[in-house]
């Protein structure tokens, strides 16, 4: 069965409510602590940026004594006093509560380029009589320096920055330093102190920038570079000659602070100590009254006539140049060179002495103008015989260079002339050869138709003898024989003028009783040239005897 729900609307209606309230409850809760929270954290937060510092002012706390300006550090027995706190907040995020506390945000201090500061406490135990530093729990002046470019954090209402420029020692000075505050020297009376005490320090810097404090220490500068004054124009050098008369000098005195004795120098002869003034005070103190002393004393010694004259003043400008700078060195000033460009005396006895001085300038000008002359005639003469010399080398140079030509053309000449003879002697031999053998083949040929000539002689002779010695009765036996094979076409036609050609064969005169000549045997050929003596290639047998009409038929048969 279904439940029946019992309550009534009044019931039901108000257990609905209930959560609806919690809820909102809730929500604004929630909704309030958002808020708040958020309200907290805009209003207790403390942004400090790069280059910022927060000051922090207790506004809740103990009060401040009578004279005090900031309140002291927070102590675990007394906790914070009301005011400015000596500590501040440099860069970061940072919560308090601004009920109880305010806040300032200011700029860091940094110290312009080129400059450098010095820290200076406005609060703290004052100092003690003959201090001049303070430290860190005192109010004062605190040592050291803060360089160009720095960044300090610091409570404005506590502390201040003075800005000094830095001391410059230029080049070819020294610094000399004087120290403010350090122990106290052991000896009152000497001129420099030790090295911490308090005084002018023996030890000087180089030249270079420095960055100090003014209140603990001072530089002072000192010019070490040479400088020049007139005896004349700064210092009037006057004084009597040995025979009276009144002599005045006009010159130079070049000199320098001696660096190592800068320190010495600076406190002995600056009484206002002030560097820019030490080459004045060094001037009237010490190099004019030695300089009119040396001068009185030494030009005491000699008369006015010696002063005009060159070789006197010098030996004066010599012995007042060594006196002077023995006496300044031992006051640390080193005299580097001491002219006396002219010492003047009466007119009286000043136009005779430079009527002489003129004469022997002179007299020195044409000494100097004949040894001229001289050295330009040696020179002339020398350049004539370097000349002669240089020609005379050169011909002989030519000489011996012509020599060596012809040696090497002749040398030249005669290796051709050896080659050409060893040439020709050479053809004249093979020449000799080829004759000796062209003489040797004509001599064989000659021989060859001699002997064939001889055979065919000797062998015609007997064929001729053969015949009884009727060289008619050869001839026609010859013909006959060459004509014998060809006989029957010749008779076959015995009319006609050929056939009467053989009438003077035909007569009824009986031929003797003829004995047939043997053909000759065969011979060997001539070992010498191959050919056989008898046989008709021999040559020149065409022309040397007559051809054999017979043989002739024979081989054409």
Not at 195 to 200: F, L
Not at 238 to 259: K, M, W
Request: charged share 25%.
């Amino acid at each position: 069965m279904a439940s029946i729900d019992r309550r009534g609307p009044m019931d039901r209606g108000g257990a609905r409510g209930a959560p609806s309230r919690w809820s909102g409850l809730v929500v604004g809760l929630i909704a309030a602590l958002v808020v708040g929270g958020w309200f907290l954290y805009s209003a207790c937060r403390i942004e400090v940026g790069k280059g910022k510092q927060a000051v922090l002012v207790r506004k809740v706390g103990h009060n401040l004594e009578p004279g005090m300006e900031i309140a002291p550090a927070w102590t675990e027995d007394r906790g914070y006093s009301k005011g400015v706190q000596p500590d501040v907040l440099t860069e970061g995020r940072f919560f308090y509560n601004p009920f109880f506390w305010d806040w300032e945000i200011t700029d860091q201090f940094q110290v312009p380029e080129g400059k450098c500061a010095v820290m200076v406490s406005l609060v703290g135990e004052e100092l003690p009589e003959g201090r001049v530093l303070a430290d860190d729990t005192q109010k004062g002046i605190r040592p050291g320096v803060i360089e160009a470019g720095a960044r300090v954090a610091y409570n404005p209402y506590a502390t201040e920055f003075l800005v000094f420029d830095p001391v410059d020692v230029p080049t070819g000075s020294r610094g000399v330093v004087t120290l403010l505050s350090g122990r106290s020297q052991k000896d009152p009376n000497v001129v420099l102190v030790d090295e911490g005490e308090r005084g002018v320090q023996l030890k000087t810097l180089p030249p270079g920038k420095y960055f100090i404090n003014p209140f603990e220490q001072r530089i002072s500068v000192v010019d070490c570079r040479t400088r020049i004054f007139g005896l004349n124009e700064d210092a009037d050098i006057t004084f009597l000659s040995a025979d009276g008369f009144n002599i005045s000098l006009d010159g130079a005195v070049t000199f320098r602070v001696s660096e190592e004795r800068a320190a010495e120098v600076f406190v002995l002869y600056n009484e206002d100590f002030n560097g820019d003034a030490i080459d004045d005070e060094i001037i009237a103190k010490i190099i004019t009254p030695y300089a009119r002393s040396i001068c009185r004393v030494n030009g005491s010694k000699l008369d006015a006539v010696q002063f005009i004259s060159g070789d006197d003043r010098e030996l004066f400008q010599q012995d007042l140049e060594s006196t002077l700078s023995a006496r300044c060195e031992d006051q640390g000033i080193e005299i580097l060179q001491v002219a006396v460009t002219s010492a003047s005396a009466p007119e009286e006895i000043r136009a005779p002495v430079r009527a002489r001085e003129v004469a022997k300038q002179q007299l020195e000008q044409f000494l100097q103008e004949k040894l001229q002359q001289e050295s330009q005639a040696e020179l002339r003469v020398k350049n004539l015989l370097a000349e002669q010399k240089a020609r005379l080398i050169e011909a002989e140079q030519e000489v011996v260079e012509k020599t060596t030509k012809a040696m090497q053309d002749q040398d030249v000449a005669v290796t051709e002339a050896e080659q050409r003879l060893s040439v020709t002697e050479t053809q004249l031999e093979a020449a000799m050869n080829r004759a000796a053998a062209l003489r040797s083949e004509a001599q064989a040929s000659a021989d060859v138709i001699r002997f064939k000539n001889e055979a065919d002689l000797a062998g015609l002779a007997l064929r001729v003898t053969a015949f009884g010695g009727d060289g008619g009765s050869l001839a026609r036996n010859v013909l006959i024989g060459k004509l014998a094979p060809a006989f029957q076409s010749i008779l076959s036609n015995s009319d006609g003028p050929f056939m009467e050609l053989f009438g003077s064969f035909v007569s009824d005169t009986p031929t003797p009783n003829l004995t047939p000549i043997p053909e000759p045997s065969p011979r060997s050929p001539d070992p010498s040239t191959g050919v056989d003596p008898l046989a008709g290639n021999a040559p020149g047998a065409s022309e040397s005897l007559p051809s054999n009409p017979f043989r002739t038929a024979e081989a054409n048969r």
